[in-house]
């Protein structure tokens, strides 16, 4: 079952519930009103966004530097080409008498029809041979003869011995003379001509179609675009995968986050902060609404004996067994949430303020199914103290209802723990308990000091007059008993509660102090009159018959037959009561126990008359049955004021 949330459209609260199991469930709700949600990922988005751009800049940049590469390559390699055309076929045809005006025609020609065919060979548009005035003296065009072009930067860099190529596109200077050459972008080469002797004559310049080389330009352009892309392409996907993978994380972690100051981490129930605000919230609707609002405040009994004893992470299992516990016994509509280090706070709507009570009673009953092992075979059994209180019929507002349950659980809690109390609630008393009285008022006490402790004296008194009659003893002797019962543990109001409650086996010193429960009790009741049976039953009920008891160490018939008696009731009782540190046994487990320590521990012949009375007599006292009212131990003939 799951919890935590009012059947009120005004929810509030996004907070996990422990169920049965262990597992845990999330309902979303949203805090005083606003919806907590984790923030957008803006920045891993804009961080995406600038990978991706950097990506694409790369890309560009990439195709333009390798575009460039590529194109210097090419035009390296056509520039180193025609070089060695030049050096191998022009520098040795021309002479620098060639190049005078005046020179032979008929020489002239013959070098034309020279250079037209190392055009045709090279694929060159137009081979020229100009004078270092920029004069064309020679080349495969005719038109270009004897024409000139202002000699330029390019022009004056070969003609002083280097090299000079270039890509032309339309509308630029070409520097063609004669007839134009009719491709839309060329590819100029100027070269220094060399005479025999090593000067500098001329300049040679050659005409290309750049198509080619641009076309190579472009399908490596092409090529590494595509694989750019495919790359961006791809680590754009990792991208994405990483970014939404550490978003989702990131998200996760923030939700947890958000969660975390709302949730106890140990129960997974809402914590101190989060039931303020709901129990605020559910008191202002009630208010609006003139409904009413219950509120239940459990405390773990003997939590730091717990921890004092078996250690912290002993503490930790207990509080998430109470929250399972809490979980599975709390109806729909209500909120529970871990309210202190061993408190817990359950808010119940007007709806199912008449079942308050009965909520606790499911809790103490799936508890005692669920004690925890912790050392050796025996379980620790786990109880709750509970303060109830109601809103407006005890308190006006958040702050005093609050204290108020805090109160009314304090005295469960002072009571012995194991208790309920309401705020406002006046026990009925008995008619037979009016009548006060010294005795009957340190039974009182017992209850004050240890609420365990005064059931327990309640059965042994019980056990202890069915023994006596078993027996066959008279009823004066048989009502001595019964009030030596109840008062024989009187005596542990004296001992302190960390050893009186301790959920543990005692150390020898505490064991020693515990002991010392029968001569306080015996020094207590003293000074009563007439009780000499009831003094005797206290300090002698734990004398063995085998001599090994304290505190005389009487044995066999020395130990007086009250206390014979006593020491088989209190051994019952305390076998088959769950105790701070085990829960209780079974009545066949501590029948037999009883018959195994017949002989040595208690006196063979009492033994076999209480087994013998509970195993056949019809109405015999048995453990888990509900007791009458306490009973008046004696009525003197003053009363006490």
């Given at each position: 079952m799951t919890i935590g949330a009012w059947n009120e459209p005004n929810p509030s609260f996004s907070v996990r519930h422990m169920t049965k199991d262990g597992s845990v469930s999330r309902v979303g709700r949203t805090l005083f009103g606003m919806r907590e949600r984790p923030p957008k990922p803006l920045l891993l988005m804009i961080v995406f966004g600038l990978f991706l751009m950097i990506i694409g800049v790369t890309a560009m940049a990439q195709t333009v530097l390798v575009s460039l590469h590529v194109a210097n390559a090419s035009l390296n390699a056509t520039l180193s080409g025609d070089a060695a055309t030049v050096r191998t076929f022009v520098n040795g045809l021309v002479a620098p008498s060639d190049l005078v005006e005046g020179a032979?025609?008929?020489?002239?020609?013959?070098?034309?029809?020279?250079?037209?065919?190392?055009?045709?060979?090279?694929?060159?548009?137009?081979?020229?041979?100009?004078?270092?005035?920029?004069?064309?003296?020679?080349?495969?065009?005719?038109?270009?003869?004897?024409?000139?072009?202002?000699?330029?930067?390019?022009?004056?860099?070969?003609?002083?011995?280097?090299?000079?190529?270039?890509?032309?596109?339309p509308g630029s200077i070409s520097?063609?003379?004669?007839?134009?050459?009719?491709?839309?972008?060329?590819?100029?080469?100027?070269?220094?001509?060399?005479?025999?002797?090593?000067?500098?004559?001329?300049?040679?310049?050659?005409?290309?179609?750049?198509?080619?080389?641009?076309?190579?330009?472009?399908?490596?352009?092409?090529?590494?675009?595509?694989?750019?892309?495919?790359?961006?392409?791809?680590?754009?996907?990792?991208?994405?995968?990483?970014?939404?993978?550490?978003?989702?994380?990131?998200?996760?972690?923030?939700?947890?986050?958000?969660?975390?100051?709302?949730?106890?981490?140990?129960?997974?129930?809402?914590?101190?902060?989060?039931?303020?605000?709901?129990?605020?919230?559910?008191?202002?609707?009630?208010?609006?609404?003139?409904?009413?609002?219950?509120?239940?405040?459990?405390?773990?009994?003997?939590?730091?004996?717990?921890?004092?004893?078996?250690?912290?992470?002993?503490?930790?299992?207990?509080?998430?067994q109470l929250a399972i516990s809490l979980t599975s016994a709390t109806p729909r509509g209500?909120?529970?949430?871990?309210?202190?280090?061993?408190?817990?706070?359950?808010?119940?709507?007007?709806?199912?303020?008449?079942?308050?009570?009965?909520?606790?009673?499911?809790?103490?009953?799936?508890?005692?199914?669920?004690?925890?092992?912790?050392l050796g075979p025996e379980k620790l059994p786990i109880t709750?103290?509970?303060?109830?209180?109601?809103?407006?019929?005890?308190?006006?507002?958040?702050?005093?209802?609050?204290?108020?349950?805090?109160a009314v659980l304090a005295e469960a809690r002072a009571s012995g723990g194991d208790a309920t109390r309401v705020a406002g609630a006046v026990e009925e008393v008995s008619a037979e308990t009016r009548s006060f009285d010294v005795l009957q008022g340190l039974v009182f006490a017992v209850d004050t000091?240890?609420?365990?402790?005064?059931?327990?004296?309640?059965?042994?008194?019980?056990?202890?007059?069915?023994l006596a009659a078993q027996l066959g003893l008279d009823a004066e002797v048989a009502d001595g008993v019964r009030q030596a019962g109840l008062l024989h543990d009187v005596g542990k109001i004296g001992i302190p509660d960390a050893i009186l409650r301790k959920p543990g086996r005692l150390t020898d010193d505490e064991y020693e102090i515990v002991k010392q429960h029968v001569a306080l009790g015996d020094?207590?009741?003293?000074?009563?009159?007439?009780?000499?049976?009831?003094?005797?039953?206290?300090?002698?009920?734990?004398?063995?018959?085998?001599?090994?008891?304290?505190?005389?160490?009487?044995?066999?018939?020395?130990i007086p037959l009250v206390a014979r008696i006593l020491a088989v009731a209190d051994a019952f009782s305390a076998m088959t009561t769950t105790r701070p540190y085990r829960k209780a046994m079974t009545?066949?487990?501590?029948?037999?126990?009883?018959?195994?320590?017949?002989?040595?521990?208690?006196?063979?012949?009492?033994?076999?008359?209480?087994?013998?009375?509970?195993?056949?007599?019809?109405?015999?006292?048995?453990?888990?049955?509900?007791r009458a009212a306490s009973p008046v131990l004696w009525v003197p003939s003053v009363s006490a004021a």
């Open positions: 032979s025609p008929e020489r002239a020609s013959s070098i034309d029809a020279s250079l037209g065919s190392v055009a045709d060979r090279g694929q060159i548009l137009r081979i020229e041979i100009r004078d270092p005035e920029g004069v064309v003296r020679l080349s495969n065009e005719k038109s270009a003869v004897a024409g000139s072009a202002t000699p330029s930067a390019a022009f004056h860099r070969a003609l002083a011995g280097g090299v000079d190529a270039a890509i032309i596109g520097e063609v003379v004669g007839a134009p050459i009719p491709a839309t972008e060329l590819v100029r080469e100027y070269f220094p001509l060399l005479s025999s002797d090593g000067t500098i004559s001329g300049v040679v310049a050659i005409w290309r179609d750049a198509a080619p080389i641009l076309a190579a330009i472009d399908k490596v352009r092409g090529d590494v675009v595509l694989v750019t892309l495919s790359a961006a392409i791809v680590i754009a996907v990792l991208l994405y995968l990483i970014f939404r993978a550490a978003q989702r994380r990131i998200t996760r972690q923030t939700e947890q986050l958000v969660e975390s100051t709302r949730v106890d981490a140990l129960t997974h129930l809402p914590n101190h902060g989060t039931l303020v605000g709901e129990l605020a919230m559910a008191i202002e609707s009630s208010r609006a609404e003139a409904t009413a609002i219950g509120v239940i405040l459990l405390d773990l009994d003997n939590f730091r004996l717990i921890n004092e004893t078996y250690g912290h992470e002993a503490g930790d299992g207990v509080l998430r209500w909120i529970c949430g871990r309210y202190g280090p061993d408190e817990f706070l359950l808010i119940a709507p007007s709806a199912d303020l008449s079942g308050l009570e009965v909520v606790v009673g499911k809790v103490r009953a799936q508890l005692v199914d669920e004690a925890l092992e912790l709750v103290s509970a303060g109830i209180a109601l809103y407006p019929e005890h308190a006006g507002s958040v702050t005093e209802l609050l204290s108020i349950a805090a000091k240890d609420r365990y402790t005064k059931r327990h004296s309640e059965d042994v008194a019980r056990y202890g007059s069915f020094s207590i009741v003293r000074n009563v009159a007439n009780i000499d049976i009831v003094r005797t039953g206290i300090r002698h009920h734990h004398e063995r018959w085998d001599g090994r008891g304290y505190l005389t160490a009487l044995a066999g018939e020395d009545i066949e487990e501590a029948l037999r126990r009883l018959g195994d320590a017949a002989g040595s521990q208690f006196d063979e012949r009492v033994v076999a008359a209480f087994i013998h009375g509970i195993e056949t007599v019809t109405d015999a006292p048995l453990p888990g049955i509900e």
